[in-house]
T-cell receptor
């Protein structure tokens, strides 16, 4: 899991609540990513950011929001608009100096459960 | 659009036997290909990648993968399986010609490897 930390490890949310998942990296990577993992579906990209104060929607951005105010941090907010938020959330980061060949390194994940 | 397929949901192999986890891909240009491993309730760990050059790529923990352009495959292999290799394996692809989404990695659905003692 390297120098990427995610907190909390487990998170429980009531219906209608917004929750924020933390992701911090000390690898000096420029790019950061959020993925959602559901059983049997692999990983799907929610948002990514290649530079501070800029981010792009991934394949399943609806119901989620992000910010990138610091290079080290890329928090993900799961809003009440996300109808099925129960999943395992993974944060990743990568350098950009290799171009398209950059390796993404993953954090340990946060398991979100809606009560 | 880029895509990757892992045709086997589960692979069982006896300890000490060679193992293969299959991956095929579809991209517009020359692919960048990655393998990751995930242990239960953990994040993904990088194993190896193919960018260019030698078609046989060696990675962590004795794993290797062979890039085959004509068959659009990137199968993961290990000569002798260990019980500790039991985990979920993901293949991923990036298409350099994918336009605005070129930095995205597209993942397969994963293959569960079980190594039987």
């Amino acid at each position: 899991d390297g120098g990427i930390t995610q907190s909390p490890k487990y998170l429980f949310r009531k219906e209608g609540q917004n929750v924020t998942l933390s992701c911090e990296q000390n690898l000096n990577h420029d790019a950061m990513y959020w993925y959602r993992q559901d059983p049997g579906q692999g990983l799907r990209l929610i948002y990514y950011s290649q530079i501070v104060n800029d981010f792009q929607k991934g394949d399943i951005a609806e119901g989620y929001s992000v910010s990138r105010e610091k290079k080290e941090s890329f928090p993900l907010t799961v809003t009440s608009a996300q109808k099925n938020p129960t999943a395992f959330y993974l944060c990743a980061s990568s350098p950009v100096w290799e171009g398209m060949g950059d390796t993404q390194y993953f954090g340990p994940g946060t398991r979100l459960t809606v009560l | 659009a880029q895509s990757v397929a892992q045709p086997e949901d589960q692979v069982n192999v006896a300890e000490g036997n060679p193992l293969t986890v299959k991956c095929t891909y579809s991209v517009s240009g020359n692919p960048y290909l990655f393998w990751y491993v995930q242990y239960p309730n953990r994040g993904l760990q990088f194993l190896l990648k193919y960018i260019t050059g030698d078609n046989l790529v060696k990675g962590s923990y004795g794993f290797e993968a062979e890039f085959n352009k004509s068959q659009t495959s990137f199968h993961l292999k290990k000569p002798s399986a260990l019980v500790s290799d039991s985990a979920l394996y993901f293949c991923a692809v990036r298409d350099p010609l994918g336009g605005a989404g070129s930095y995205q990695l597209t993942f397969g659905k994963g293959t569960k490897l079980s190594v039987i003692p």
